[in-house]
C-alpha cells in the first residue's frame, strides 16, 4: 500500500474565525457576555479574553458545544468563515 502525502486547505487563522462566530451569534441573540459565562460556566474573564483576543485563548469543545446551545446556532456556523 502506498501512502503519500495529500494537500488540504486548512484554515490558518481557525480560532479566530471561531471567535467572530461567537461574538456575531451572541449579539444577534442579544445575549451578554456576563450572562452567557454564566449560562455555559465559564468564568466573565476568560469568556472575555476569548472575544478580545479573537480566540488566541483557545475554547473547549465543550463550552463551544454549550454556546451553541445557548444561543441556538448549530455548531457548524462557529466554524464559517468571515467573508
Known sequence: MTVFKREFNFNP??????????????????VSKEQLAVD???????????ES????????????YKISVVLNVS????FEENE
Not at 455555559?40 to 476569548?50: G, P, Q, V
Not at 455548531?75 to 462557529?78: A, G, L, R, S, T
Open 13 to 30: 487563522h481557525l480560532k479566530k474565525t471561531i471567535a467572530q462566530n461567537v461574538i456575531k451569534y451572541r449579539t444577534l441573540a442579544g
Open 40 to 50: 455555559i460556566d465559564m468564568t466573565y474573564d476568560y469568556l472575555r479574553r476569548f
Open 53 to 64: 483576543q479573537l480566540g488566541k485563548e483557545g475554547i473547549s469543545l465543550e463550552k463551544l
Open 75 to 78: 455548531m457548524d456556523k462557529f
